[in-house]
């Protein structure tokens, strides 16, 4: 294996050097392109030049984007007035992307990933018109991102609200630009590398056995929690919530519609059936106000969370092993629909109504560790709170799933990989700014738990008012017209973020369509598309656990492996959702009020999948740079590691029984043994036994997850010292991707192809149609 | 009009490509290029066998 992971060969001494002075077509890289087709690629010296050239023009355009990213970002952190307007989220965040991407993503791709757009990618070379199929860029974009994106960047800024809209601003936006995105972006390039090969696979091949067992073992934990979390977000918000109860019911006949539509009577009319089911949505959220309205439909529709959480775990056992075309597949077209059309209106709302914030920049519960809505310090728990919206490690799931099958030329990496990831944290932003256009003393009352506020109008006021924030004065008689104007019975400890996103975008979309009337309607609108999000989330996620649990089992007992044998897919199944329902019944039933100690857990299991993905690409990246350009995935493998193994250790070891598990675990057994009936927020003896198992549960999984990334963790630094000790040594490394072979399409990298790309795009039109491969994507 | 009625064209194909509603003319395309003999799949059957195959491979959906 003598040749760099870009192509190159090893042996020659300027392999880290550009080869700008060449000609492409003398390129050295082990490529022999078909003499008889254009170049595959825009001549590197041309691309250089044209990178480096700066017109007046261009001069221009960067100094504006980056004085308006500047007086944004003026406005939002140093400017103290009583309010600051919306659109200066917008400005800061998407004038900082902007600069991300043109600066900061060109130098990941010029001195650490290098792509080769004369290298076929697997979409090419494995071409099979199913899996792996040639997509136009701009497609694979809307596509990737409709993967990635879902509820998480929706409720974790909602959540970390609760200390002021700065620190979440400065994290999502700086995260996702030095973090997320890169994360995002590697793993998408080093999987498509290797064929679409999946993390599980490349953890196997770079860490050994021991490393790779154990991200094996801790995805699949983490997918659980992961899993258990989301669903608990959807009983909190269907929870004694007649309409939302129905519409979101209303879903599953609906998808079943679409799925006997697909399959038997018009097959391939994906568009057709998905407008149709669009508009069966619709009839459904205006229809559950309806029933919602009369006597019998309030008193059938109205569960409590206990029995709407039974119900989804018996949902989602049934949903895992019925066949994908019945209910998996049409529900994720419906789910792709609303999530585009929902964030390109909440995004043109947000610009047009551009709401006056009253929040402050840093709430009073921004130095302190016990606040109501999620306990512990800023550090490190605003960073695992806020979760999807800055550093997602589930993308990496997806970004070695699917996207990496699909991808037409290497240089498009950039664009899908690190701008989808853009994107979702444009999303966040947007969660952000809807939740924060609310009062704040509604904010805390929705999602404080029921302990604290009472679960009444008059006692949440109380203690509202009780906490002393700066500028919040609300009576018992806001929360209820605010529970009325959005067609709930209560409002009141509405905890888990999509109420409270749901008030605030009903908020924001009544002053852009249809005044207070409409409300309700924006209410559950938000409601119904979070929870299709999630329900699609929990199926597939409980899908994926099930083969990875399957393949697990199957290196002891063979006949697992195979996928189509029932028994062994429906007791895994059964496994996997007893996992995840085990800890939602948890969440529901903990007096402590579930959301507020279960999140973190959440955000600590995502942000360490992401840590296991950065130390993967960590050892790749390795092995195909020297040590200088390491600190591209170092830097936010350290912060990533920091954060959550501090918040980690904070939730094993920490005395303060609100922060640590352990710590509430003593405090609760020693009252239950000194023979107190009642403990804090716990009301009954039988409570508090819930509290001592509970904590000792998400204790002991704490410990099992940080345990897990930290053997993960050290395994890939020291494939990485090996890596680079063999390359200082001129030692070949061992290389897993799959070898180079000769491009044959050309199509231009980002959404706006260059000069020199168009010339190459008319040189390669002009060839005989049987000469080229048919063109990619739409047409 | 016409202008506006290219430019809904233009989404409608986009949205349809972001769903993976053209996938049987992708795989058309396909076989067509890659000189197979056999004659291509149906219509019904290529999306028959694209769900089924999801079956036992599924992809996973973010958070």
């Known amino acids: 294996m003598g040749t760099m992971p870009d192509g190159t060969q090893r042996d020659s001494t300027n ?240 998808a079943l519609f679409m799925g006997v539509y697909l399959r038997f009577i018009r097959p391939g009319k994906v568009m057709e059936i998905s407008l149709i089911g669009f508009v069966l949505l619709m009839a459904a959220i205006i229809g559950g106000g309806a029933v919602a309205g009369t006597e019998w439909g309030a008193a059938f529709f109205h569960l409590d969370k206990i029995t709407i959480a039974w119900g989804l775990i018996i949902y989602g056992f049934i949903a ?217 989330a929990v199926d597939a996620g409980t899908r994926v656990a099930r083969f990875m649990l399957q393949d697990s089992i199957g290196n002891f007992v063979p006949k697992f492996k195979e996928h189509s044998w029932r028994p062994g897919a429906w007791l895994c199944t059964a496994i996997m959702v007893a996992a995840w329902g085990a800890v939602l019944i948890m969440g529901v039933t903990d007096p402590l009020g579930g959301i507020n100690t279960l999140f973190p857990l959440f955000g600590i299991a995502n942000q360490l999948l992401a840590a296991i993905a950065l130390s993967v690409c960590l050892a790749i990246a390795a092995k195909r740079t020297g040590p200088k350009y390491l600190w591209i995935v170092a830097a936010p493998l350290a912060f990533a590691a920091v954060v959550t193994i501090t918040a980690s250790f904070y939730k094993i070891f920490s005395p303060v029984p609100a922060v640590g598990y352990f710590a509430n675990n003593a405090a609760f057994a020693k009252a239950l043994a000194d023979g107190k009936t009642s403990f804090g927020t716990a009301k009954t003896q039988a409570a508090m036994e819930a509290v001592v198992r509970n904590t000792m549960i998400q204790g002991w999984l704490s410990i099992i997850f940080v345990v897990l990334s930290i053997i993960v963790i050290i395994t890939a630094v020291m494939a990485t010292i090996k890596a680079l000790r063999n390359t200082a040594a001129g030692l070949p490394n061992a290389e897993h991707e799959d070898p180079a072979r000769a491009s044959r399409v050309f199509a231009p990298a980002g959404f706006v192809p260059t000069a020199a790309e168009r010339d190459l795009v008319t040189e390669w039109n002009q060839l005989p149609a049987g000469e080229r491969l048919e063109k990619s994507g739409h047409h | 009009m016409n202008a506006v009625l290219a430019g809904f064209r233009g989404f409608a194909g986009y949205l349809g490509g972001v769903l993976g509603a053209d996938a049987y003319k992708k795989y058309l395309e396909h076989h067509e290029a890659s000189g197979h003999t056999s004659p291509p799949l149906t219509e019904r059957d290529f999306w028959r066998d694209r769900t089924d195959r999801q079956d036992t491979s599924p992809q996973g959906r973010c958070c």
Not at chain 1, 330 to 338: A, G, H, K, N, V
Not at chain 1, 353 to 364: L, Y
Not at chain 1, 441 to 462: D, K, Q, S
Request: proline fraction near 5%; aromatic fraction near 10%.
């Open chain 1, 15 to 254: 392999s880290n050097t550009h080869s700008s002075m060449h000609a492409t077509a003398q390129l050295d890289d082990g490529i022999v392109p078909d003499p008889s087709l254009p170049p595959t690629s825009v001549d590197e010296s041309v691309r250089d030049s044209a990178d480096r050239t700066w017109t007046p023009a261009k001069i221009a355009l960067w100094a504006v984007i980056a004085l308006l990213g500047g007086v944004a970002w003026f406005m939002l952190a140093i400017i103290r007035g009583e309010t600051v307007n919306a659109i200066w989220f917008v400005f800061a965040s998407v004038c900082t992307y902007l600069i991300g991407y043109r600066f900061y993503s060109k130098v990941i791709e010029r001195y650490l990933l290098k792509p080769n757009d004369r290298r076929a990618t697997p979409a090419e070379y494995k071409a099979d018109g199913k899996d792996y199929v040639r997509t136009d860029r701009n497609v694979l974009f809307g596509h990737h991102f409709a993967a990635i994106a879902g509820a998480g960047p929706l409720v974790g800024p909602v959540i970390a609200a609760q200390m002021g809209y700065l620190p979440g601003t400065i994290w999502i936006i700086i995260g996702v630009v030095l973090a997320g995105a890169v994360q995002d972006y590697l793993v998408l390039f080093f999987s498509m590398r290797r064929g679409g090969r999946s993390l599980g696979q490349m953890a196997r091949e770079e860490l050994g056995v021991i490393g790779g067992t154990a991200a094996l073992v801790a995805t699949l934990l983490i997918m659980v929690i992961i899993v258990a979390i989301l669903a608990l977000v959807v009983v909190n918000a269907l929870g004694e919530s007649p309409w939302g109860v129905f519409s979101v019911g209303m879903t599953i006949p609906i």
């Open chain 1, 320 to 536: 895992a092993i019925l066949p994908v075309w019945l209910l998996l597949a049409p529900r994720d077209y419906l789910s792709t629909f609303m999530k585009i059309g929902v964030i390109v209106m909440l995004a043109l709302a947000i610009i047009v109504v551009r709401p006056e914030i009253t929040v402050p920049a840093f709430s009073e519960y921004a130095g302190r560790d016990n606040g109501p809505v999620f306990s512990g310090a800023l550090f490190p728990f605003l960073f695992v709170t806020i979760a999807c919206g800055a550093l997602s490690g589930f993308h990496a799931l997806i970004a070695s799933g699917t996207t990496p099958k699909l991808i037409e030329k290497e240089r498009q990496t950039r664009l899908i990989g690190y701008g989808g990831m853009l994107m979702e944290s444009f999303v966040a932003i947007m969660a952000l700014v809807a939740a924060i256009s609310i009062d704040r003393g509604i904010y805390f009352a929705m999602n404080a738990p029921v302990a604290l506020t009472g679960g009444t109008v008059e006692t949440a006021a109380a203690w509202v008012n009780s906490l002393g924030l700066s500028g919040v004065n609300i009576t018992a008689g806001d929360l209820a017209q605010t529970a009325k104007d959005v067609g709930e019975q209560s409002i009141v400890s509405r905890s888990g973020g999509a109420p409270t996103l749901a008030v605030g975008l009903a908020h924001i979309m009544q002053q852009f369509i249809g005044g207070t009337a409409m409300m309700a309607f924006w209410y559950h609108f938000a409601i119904m598309f979070e929870a299709l999000f999630i329900l699609t």
